[in-house]
Each structure stands twice: as structure tokens, then as C-alpha cells.
């Protein structure tokens, strides 16, 4: 068992040194994060009030777009150099190897993101409860769409255009945006947001139990 | 894993080939007939709806492709399941051919509701749940079309779809309850609850034929697509060439 927690770490700090390493991959889609956020403004004026009700919003789906781009990497350097197939080959769980790479991208995605919304929660002055409710709902909510991300991501691996890879993301995500959505409003106008907080937990255990497998499953198909 | 004899011999393909011809016949001429019947009794039979008037009538149409395409939805992910696990060639073809025609009862789903929606909610569409969800769902069935179609190899793509219809599975019920909370102006169900249904019976028997005539139409649609999928992916072999009356070498 020990063994097994070992080799987990072991792939979350190769992941992580390999993301600090190549800073760009990693600062990239958190840039498209900032640059969409700072359009809106720009497209619907300068009206605070109508932007004070899309902020949350417009966080959130562009958390969602920026998810879709950054997971494209999360395989492609190791599927390209056959680190995926020397895990397929290795005596450990593919799913376990999976599950820590997961990790690793939310760690260097997920974080920062959240960190950054918190951020443009206050410059764009949003209430406190709703800033939040954003960052609760982000924290369960970003590494989902990691988790869910990864399946289709192995299932996409290697062919070409990364369009099919939002194609089939953002549906399957859908139920995490509108649980969200649905907690920050509430928060908003006071009222209670756990109903929505339980949700968004559940559907987070149900992906984290399930979703490593899927993406073991789609790789080993994808390398067969 | 084991799987009786029989099994077996049912999903070899010359074997189904020949015996799909004969089903898809018969589900074709029930479906007919009852289609017929339904629409008959559905559109002359039926009275007006007291609140919805004859428009209300629309639903012989919506109510069947609706359960369809979550129906067959099921059918896909189960049947590319099935592939998945025992490595059966049928169960994939069915998977892939089941999606262009789940996804065209979504669609008729969504264009009947939409025309329903303009005379009793006043637009032609809604943010409502049960809308929301369905085209959730058509999107679920282009993105697995989608798939399929980026991949060459058809083994791969069946079981790379089979993988993704599986996670669709998983959260249609979840996409089903989100949007249930989000919004919803749908009437509730009529015909789920079975002790007693608020629809009169003279509504529902139409209605239970034409959900009849549309599984069968299924069946026969599908049998076809499954048929000439077959004669695909079997082109090298000989009993296909024999069928066809092609002698070796020469095309």
C-alpha cells in the first residue's frame, strides 16, 4: 500500500517539476483566463451594474474554455515520448498513475485560477458573499472539470483538432457550471447555498472515484 | 469473461445477417400498422384537450421520439459496453449505428417541443429543464458521432465511443437533476405515475401505439444501418463475397 502512495508522489512531483519547468505551458491558459475576463468588460461598457451580475458568470464559463485548453497538454509530451505506454507497462495501476497527473494539473491550474477569480472578485468589487461562494464552487468545481476533462482527453489524444476536445468536454460539464451558477446566485440575494455545496461535492467524489478509471480505460484503448 | 454458446453463434456476424433481414422486415410492418393506428386514433379519435385544444395533439409525435432518445442512448452505452467487455463486433456495430438515430429522435424532440412551446408558452424556446436537458443530450450524441468519426480504425472507434457513452450515461441523471433545479416550466409527467394517470385514457392508447410504432421503427432503422454496417466491416471475407457475387481478386 505504502508502495503504492509512494509512486503516487513520486508521479505528482515529476508532473509538478515538469509544469514549473516549462512555465509557459502552464502560464498560458491562465492568461487566456485574465485576457476573456478582461473582454467582457470591454464588449458591455463600463456599466457596473449589469457586469457586477455577469461577473461570476463570466468567470466561471471562462474557467470552463480555459479548462478545455489547458488539458489539452496533460498527456500529449508524455504520450508523445511513450511515457504512457511505459506506464501501461509498469506493474502499478494505470489509474493510479492517471489520478496523480490529474492531480498535478489541478494543482498547476486549478489553483492558480481559483487565486486568480478570488483576486478579480475584489478589483471588479463583487459582494463578499458572493466572492465566497465563487471561490467554493470553483474549488469543487475546477478539479472536475480536470477529472472529467482527462477522460476525454485520453479518448482524443494523438488525432488532430482540438475542437472535438471541447466538443466533448462541455457537455458532460454542463451540471457542474449550473450547480455553481445556481450556488453564487443564491449567495448573492443571501439565501443558504449548501444544498447546492452537497451537489457539486457529490458529483466531485463521484468523478474522483470513477473518472480515473474511464481515463485509464481510454488510454489503453487509445494505445492498443 | 464467460458467455454461453449460443451467445455466441447469435452475434457472429454472417449468422446475424441473416437473421436481422427477417426482424427488420416484421418490426418495418408493425411499425406501420401501428403508426397508422396511432395517428389515426391520436389525430380523429382523440378530443381536444379542454385547456390546449388541438394542439395539444403534437405530443403523439414529442412524447415518443423524447423517450426514444433517451432510450436509445441507453441501447448505445449499454451495447458499447457490452463491446467493451466481451470484445463483441455486433454490440459495436450497434452502438454506432444506434447514434445518427438517437440523434435524430433528440432532434425531433426538440423541433416538436419547440413548435408545441409557440402556441402555449408563446416562444418557440424556453430555458426550461427538461428543453435544456434534451439538448444536452443531442450534444452528448454529436460529440459521440463526432468521435467516431475522427478515429480510422473502426475497433478503436467503437470502443473510444463506448468509453464516452458510458460517462454520458453516468451523467444524464445528473444533468437531468441540475437543470430540474435551474428552471422548469415543463408540465410534470402524466404517464410515469402508473396508479393513476392524469391523461384520458382515449389520449393514452394513441399515444401507447405510436410509442410502439416508434420502438419498432427503431428496431427496423437500426437492423438496416447494423445490416449494410455489417457488409462493411466483413467485406474481406469470403461469405460477404459470395453474398455479393464478387470472385476473389476481382471487384
Redesign the interface.
Known amino acids: 500500500m505504502s508502495e503504492y502512495i509512494n509512486i503516487f508522489f513520486i508521479i505528482l512531483r515529476r508532473d509538478l517539476m515538469l509544469a514549473f519547468r516549462n512555465k509557459a505551458e502552464f502560464v498560458n491558459p491562465l492568461m487566456f483566463f485574465i485576457i476573456v475576463i478582461v473582454l467582457f468588460p470591454l464588449a458591455f461598457g463600463s456599466d457596473s451594474a449589469l457586469l457586477k451580475q455577469l461577473t461570476s458568470g463570466i468567470i466561471w464559463v471562462t474557467a470552463l474554455l480555459a479548462t478545455t485548453l489547458s488539458l489539452e497538454t496533460i498527456f500529449r509530451s508524455d504520450f508523445e515520448d511513450g511515457s504512457i505506454e511505459q506506464f501501461t507497462l509498469s506493474r502499478y495501476p494505470l489509474t493510479l498513475l492517471v489520478s496523480a497527473k490529474i492531480l498535478a494539473h489541478w494543482i498547476t491550474f486549478g489553483l492558480p485560477l481559483i487565486a486568480i477569480s478570488l483576486f478579480t472578485g475584489f478589483i471588479l468589487s463583487l459582494p463578499n458573499q458572493t466572492i465566497v461562494a465563487l471561490c467554493i464552487t470553483l474549488a469543487l468545481g475546477t478539479p472536475v472539470l480536470s477529472l472529467?476533462g482527462a477522460?476525454?482527453v485520453a479518448?482524443?489524444i494523438g488525432?488532430?483538432?482540438g475542437m472535438?476536445l471541447s466538443?466533448?468536454i462541455?457537455?458532460?460539464t454542463?451540471?457542474v457550471l449550473?450547480?455553481s451558477m445556481?450556488a453564487i446566485q443564491n449567495a448573492t440575494i443571501g439565501q443558504p447555498i449548501s444544498a447546492e455545496i452537497y451537489?457539486l461535492a457529490g458529483?466531485l467524489v463521484?468523478a474522483m472515484t470513477?473518472a480515473p478509471i474511464?481515463t485509464a480505460?481510454?488510454l489503453r484503448?487509445?494505445l492498443? | 469473461m464467460y458467455l454461453p454458446k449460443w451467445l455466441h453463434q447469435f452475434g457472429a456476424p454472417k449468422y446475424f445477417y441473416d437473421l436481422s433481414l427477417c426482424i427488420s422486415r416484421w418490426a418495418g410492418i408493425i411499425c406501420i400498422i401501428c403508426f397508422i393506428c396511432g395517428l389515426y386514433g391520436g389525430l380523429v379519435l382523440a378530443p381536444a384537450d379542454y385547456q390546449q385544444g388541438d394542439s395539444f395533439r403534437i405530443m403523439y409525435i414529442h412524447v415518443p421520439s423524447a423517450w426514444m432518445s433517451l432510450f436509445v442512448y441507453m441501447v448505445m452505452a449499454i451495447a458499447g459496453g457490452i463491446g467493451?467487455i466481451w470484445r463483441i463486433k455486433l454490440a459495436e456495430i450497434v452502438a454506432r449505428s444506434s447514434a445518427p438515430i438517437g440523434a435524430s429522435f433528440t432532434f425531433l424532440a426538440l423541433v416538436t417541443g419547440s413548435i408545441w412551446g409557440k402556441p402555449m408558452w408563446g416562444t418557440w424556446w424556453v430555458w426550461d429543464a427538461r428543453l435544456t436537458s434534451e439538448l444536452?443530450l443531442l450534444?452528448?450524441y454529436?460529440?459521440y458521432i463526432?468521435?467516431q468519426s475522427?478515429?480510422e480504425d473502426r475497433r478503436?472507434a467503437a470502443?473510444?465511443g463506448a468509453?464516452?457513452a458510458?460517462?454520458?450515461i453516468?451523467?444524464i441523471p445528473?444533468?437531468h437533476?441540475?437543470?430540474e433545479?435551474?428552471s422548469t416550466l415543463h408540465q410534470g409527467p402524466t404517464i410515469t405515475k402508473l396508479d393513476k394517470p392524469s391523461i384520458h385514457l382515449s389520449m393514452l392508447i394513441p399515444l401507447l401505439f405510436m410509442v410502439f410504432a416508434f420502438k419498432t421503427f427503431y428496431i427496423s432503422t437500426l437492423l438496416i444501418r447494423v445490416r449494410s454496417e455489417i457488409l462493411e466491416y466483413e467485406c474481406n471475407t469470403s461469405w460477404v463475397k459470395q453474398l455479393l457475387g464478387i470472385n476473389n481478386g476481382i471487384k
Open positions: 472529467i477522460i476525454t479518448l482524443t488525432l488532430r483538432g472535438l466538443l466533448l462541455l457537455p458532460l454542463m451540471p449550473i450547480f445556481l451537489f458529483i463521484l470513477l474511464a480505460a481510454a484503448i487509445r492498443s | 467493451l444536452i450534444f452528448l454529436l460529440g463526432a468521435l475522427a478515429f478503436v470502443r473510444a468509453i464516452l458510458l460517462v454520458g453516468v451523467n445528473i444533468i437533476y441540475s437543470v433545479w435551474w
